[in-house]
């Protein structure tokens, strides 16, 4: 399994509040993305980062924020989270060799009461 | 606008038989379709395709790419209930893997002994 892991991976909060959502690598993959899966939808892109610092959105990046400070760590900020975003949500890596799998984390479901 | 649509939605059979799972798509400069299996977790990897008339094969699952007709095939012989699973069809776009991917809203495969 690809070394990805994401923190917490349990979460209930109230509307309104920030939440953020980790994903750590330790494959020193240069890609890493955020998605969220919902009945109904499948999984959606949210934000991806192509780098240190480099960030962009994805299909449903409204109410999200990303950052990316280290190669390893890909942060998802929920700023002030609603029931819309009751989800779960992975973060998934793919890596420089030129062959573009990308490898999931285990998820972290996120409920907004 | 890219998009991946996978039929059927839900499937069920009996441990033995052999089964086939679509994936249609329609994608601004295709590079590349995928294949993914989820069970109660992250979706784990199982073929990449890029070239059409291929075909990919790991033991009893094996999965080819009609480039000129848009779609993909996943196939499934002398199924067993631990095939029992949400198969997930994603295309990569222009930018590859480095902008993330689209996926279809699954194929709920249902093995019963």
């Known amino acids: 399994d690809a070394g990805i892991t994401q923190s917490p991976r349990h979460k209930v909060t109230e509307t309104g509040t920030p939440v953020t959502l980790r994903c750590h690598q330790t494959e020193n993959h240069r890609y890493m993305y955020w998605y969220r899966q919902d009945p109904g939808h499948g999984l959606r892109l949210i934000h991806y980062?192509?780098?240190?610092?480099?960030?962009d959105k994805g299909e449903v990046s409204d109410g999200y924020s990303v950052s990316r400070s280290k190669t390893e760590d890909f942060l998802l900020t929920l700023e002030s989270a609603t029931s819309s975003q009751t989800s779960v949500y992975f973060c998934?890596?793919?890596?420089?060799?030129?062959?573009?799998?990308?490898?999931f984390g285990p998820g972290t479901r996120l409920t907004v009461t | 606008e890219d998009k991946v649509v996978q039929s059927p939605l839900s499937l069920v059979v009996h441990e033995g038989d052999t089964v086939t799972l679509n994936c249609s798509y329609e994608?601004?400069?295709?590079?590349?379709l995928l294949w993914y299996k989820q069970e109660k977790k992250a979706p784990t990897f199982l073929f990449m395709l890029?070239?059409?008339?291929i075909e990919k094969k790991s033991g009893r699952l094996s999965s080819i790419l009609d480039k000129k007709e848009l779609f993909s095939i996943l196939n499934i012989t002398a199924t067993q209930t631990g095939d029992s699973a949400v198969y997930l069809c994603a295309v990569e776009g222009p930018g590859g893997g480095a902008d993330g991917l689209t996926f279809g809203k699954g194929t709920h495969l249902i093995i019963q002994p």
């Open positions: 998934a890596i793919s890596g420089t060799s030129g062959n573009y799998e990308q490898y």
């Open positions: 994608v601004t400069n295709f590079r590349s």
């Open positions: 980062s192509y780098g240190v610092k480099d960030t």
């Open positions: 890029t070239s059409s008339g």
